[in-house]
Nanobody, 115 residues
Framework: QVQLVESGGGLVQPGGSLRLSCAAAGSIYSLNVMAWYRQAPGKGRELVARITYGGSTNYADSVKGRFTISRDNAKNTVALQMNSLKPEDTANYYC?????????WGKGTLVSVSS
C-alpha cells in the first residue's frame, strides 16, 4: 500500500505563486507515473500535470507555461510549481501515483486564488 500526503496549499492573490508537494510512503517499488489533479467546486476532477519515472511531462492546456511538475525518484516526491495563478485555478489539488496497475490518491490540498 502507498500513502500520498500533500502540502503547500493556501490562499494567494491573482498573479501569485504557490508550490505544492507530495510525499509517497509505504510499499513503494517504483511509481511509474505521478501526477496532480484538481477539482473545482461543482466540477469534475481534471488532470493538471503528470510526470513519468523517466521525467516525461504532460500538462493541461489551461496551465501550460504557468505550472511546472517535477519529481525526485530517490525521495518518492512530486512537486507542482504554480505561477501566475488565476481565480479559475481555485480547486482542491490531489496527488496521484500509479504503480504496476494500482492507483493511489492523496486526500487533497486546497488552493484558493482570490483578491
Amino acid at each position: 500500500q502507498v500513502q500520498l500526503v500533500e502540502s503547500g496549499g493556501g490562499l494567494v492573490q491573482p498573479g501569485g505563486s504557490l508550490r505544492l508537494s507530495c510525499a509517497a510512503a509505504g510499499s513503494i517499488y517504483s511509481l511509474n507515473v505521478m501526477a496532480w489533479y484538481r477539482q473545482a467546486p461543482g466540477k469534475g476532477r481534471e488532470l493538471v500535470a503528470r510526470i513519468t519515472y523517466g521525467g516525461s511531462t504532460n500538462y493541461a492546456d489551461s496551465v501550460k507555461g504557468r505550472f511546472t511538475i517535477s519529481r525526485d525518484n530517490a525521495k518518492n516526491t512530486v512537486a507542482l510549481q504554480m505561477n501566475s495563478l488565476k481565480p479559475e485555478d481555485t480547486a482542491n489539488y490531489y496527488c496521484y501515483a500509479e504503480n504496476v496497475g494500482s492507483e493511489y490518491w492523496g486526500k487533497g490540498t486546497l488552493v484558493s486564488v482570490s483578491s
